[in-house]
């Protein structure tokens, strides 16, 4: 019967069979032989897939003035047979005392560049620059939105293991999905955001994650927990999933922490522990209330290095019902059929602190934070 459910689960994005721990080959296996790779300018190119799989570039600001901000470009193949761009764009209300704003809009006439490092469509562009060091954002899809913003890399950045991607499948050498996370940890960040009301000046600090989900992203996950923080001196960035029973709730962390101009640490022994949680009503999950992050890894030269980021998450910024646009019945159907209930919980909580351990040094220092806490299913 693994066969029905799993051509079931293909076509309609029904819950997969059981395959087990065999059937995921996790970037924590590459890392034992080569804990990560920096990353080079043609390892940024887009896949565009030609089988189902979502792809995103996103970026975060943390502005010198408090703004919080999120943009991100999703190119998605369904089947095989139809693509369709998104852009999106978040002002965070960090003061809590009104609504985000919040923008998601379809891009027409979307294309790659010939390298397939830079990528366009009607009101809107995404460029790489010569240098392969800084990525430039235009957007005026929505006048809301009006985005032009510039992130220049700080640190180098990497991928964990070889080339940073969890692997699915029976066969490891004809994987049937893919899971891969490659990370700008340290940005400058340059530029502003126009809305109808203000024009942001968002210089800052900012991080740039590009991930590419090879195959329908709730068989991929049930679980995310996500991280960036930024102090004066460094950049910590963790990003976490745990997989469905289909196989075997398989835990798969990526992390690391920088400072300007070098790696100190990137690696999977790395944890997420959510200390204290509340049942949250609307969505009938564990929302956290206190999270503790920690990394754990050696420097090029061996030195051991342990940080940790720690405490109450203060109250939420959003919670994300996934599926909120999507009409009533449908949400019903999918959320039964596929076993999902999609809702994401966002918090950026003021003065935590960054403790971090090199060798026989000690530092702590406080700074910005963004995080996530997704369930799925």
Known sequence: MNWLKSTLATVAGTQEPEYGSDA??????????QPYTELLKED???RALDHTNVETQTYYVMADNGALVMVQVIYSNIAGIHTTAQFNSKIFNVNGDGSHNWHSDPLSNFMFDEPMLSFGADNFSL??????????????????????????RASPGFVIGKDGTT??????????????????????????????????????RGVFIQALQGMKPHHAAAR???????????SAIMMEYTTPASYDSTTVNVGGI?????????????????????????SDWPEPTSIKWVWDGSTKDMKQVHAEVDGPLD???????????????IKSIAGSVAGTRPYIFQYSPQGLSLK?????????????????ATFIS
């Open 24 to 33: 995921i080959h996790s970037v924590a296996r590459q890392a034992e032989s």
């Open 258 to 282: 920088v400072t300007d101009d070098d790696i100190i640490y990137a690696g999977v022994n790395n944890s997420v522990t959510h200390t204290a949680s509340t049942q949250d009503a609307e």
């Open 224 to 234: 995310w927990n996500f991280i960036t923080f930024q102090n004066p001196t460094y």
């Open 44 to 46: 940024l190119r887009w």
């Open 167 to 204: 692997y699915f499948g029976t066969d490891p050498a004809n994987p049937w999905g893919s899971m891969r996370h490659a990370f700008w940890p340290r940005c400058t960040v340059e530029g502003t955001i126009q809305t109808k009301d203000q024009t942001l000046d968002l210089k800052g």
């Open 356 to 372: 971090l351990k090199i060798g026989g040094t000690e530092t702590e220092e406080q700074g910005k934070m963004f995080s996530e």
């Open 127 to 152: 460029a790489l620059n010569e240098e392969g060091n800084a990525y430039t954002i235009k957007s005026a899809v929505s006048d809301d939105s009006l985005v032009n913003l510039t992130f220049t």
């Open 315 to 329: 109250k939420r910024l959003d919670r994300v019902d996934i599926m909120a646009e999507v009409p009533g019945f």
